[in-house]
């Protein structure tokens, strides 16, 4: 999976409190990753 598309995935799933740090919401991470087509596992060697 390029990287690019991996960072904006993390970036569409962070939170940003007005007090605090940016907060990743894994939850939705994983379900926004499970719903990506995935490769077979001899693709990526």
Known sequence: MPL????????ANTQRPLIGPP???VL???MSLNQLPSA???AQL
């Open 4 to 11: 690019e598309k991996v960072q904006a995935l993390i970036d």
């Open 23 to 25: 907060v990743v919401n």
């Open 28 to 30: 939705a991470l994983n």
């Open 40 to 42: 077979p596992r001899n």
